[in-house]
């Protein structure tokens, strides 16, 4: 079964750092880029960063909000995709997915995961 | 950059056909592909089409997509409508200029 499963998510201060983890399964998971899209309470989705897949480069790209302070890393042995997020700030407080894209370079997100909420709060 | 509107809700009746649309800011709607997701209350994001009118394994065919470019808009059709297609709908396409990943706000279908 192709899966995605998203770990890390949990209440942290503003400021502080946070790391995401996306474990896939049921796919070769290298062949693809990956994702994460957020969606605050409430609201709709929000597109916040993509991998290439190694093939293509392993490049990553990201939404304005959250250049310079998100960082998206894979491990391609592990099946596993990285959110790192650094100076957290209350407006990202939100459900993140991860989400594989039908190939390795474009944006036509296919597979998600269920989810991981994470809340900035002090 | 562009945006992606799509209207805030829409409803029809069981059995019915209903058209949701989404409407490119600027550039053409057939530069970059269009994909549209379906999210239940309480549930992740599933996608029900890819690549403009694509639909992946086990999306029913009741579900199609178009685009126009007349209207620089794309749509997403639901025929045979059934009360567990009540769901916000999401369209999404790929933004050349930055890179970046573009959702519309999202259309709340009602089945009733």
């Known amino acids: 079964e192709v899966q995605l499963v998203e770990s890390g998510g949990g209440l942290v201060q503003p400021g502080r750092s946070l790391r995401l983890s996306c474990t896939a399964s049921?796919?070769?998971?290298?062949?693809?880029?990956m994702s994460w899209v957020r969606q605050a309470p409430g609201k709709g989705l929000e597109w916040v960063g993509f991998?290439?897949?190694?093939?293509?480069?392993?490049?990553?790209e990201y939404a304005a909000s959250v250049k310079g302070r998100f960082t998206i890393s894979r491990d391609d042995s592990k099946s596993i995709a990285y959110l790192q997020m650094n100076s957290l700030k209350t407006e990202d407080t939100a459900v993140y997915y991860c989400?594989?894209?039908?190939?390795?370079?474009?944006?036509?997100?296919?597979?998600w995961g269920q989810g991981t909420m994470v809340t900035v709060s002090s | 950059n562009f945006m992606l509107t799509q209207p805030h809700s829409v409803s029809e009746s069981p059995g019915k056909t209903v058209t949701i649309s989404c409407t490119r800011s600027?550039?053409?709607?057939?530069?970059?592909?269009v994909q549209w997701y379906q999210q239940r209350p309480g549930s992740s994001p599933t996608t029900v089409i890819y690549?403009?009118?694509?639909?992946p394994s086990g999306v029913p065919d009741r579900f199609s997509g178009s685009i126009d470019s007349s209207s620089n808009s794309a749509s997403l059709t639901i025929s045979g409508l059934k009360t567990e297609d009540e769901a916000d709908y999401y369209c999404?396409?790929?933004?050349?200029?930055?890179?970046?990943?573009?959702f519309g706000g999202g259309t709340k279908l009602t089945v009733l």
């Open positions: 999404q396409s790929y933004d050349s200029s930055n890179h970046g990943g573009v």
């Open positions: 991998i290439r897949s190694k093939a293509y480069g392993g490049t990553t």
């Open positions: 690549e403009d009118n694509q639909r």
């Open positions: 989400t594989s894209c039908r190939d390795g370079y474009s944006y036509a997100f296919d597979i």
């Open positions: 600027s550039g053409s709607i057939a530069s970059n592909y």
């Open positions: 049921g796919f070769t998971f290298g062949d693809y880029a």
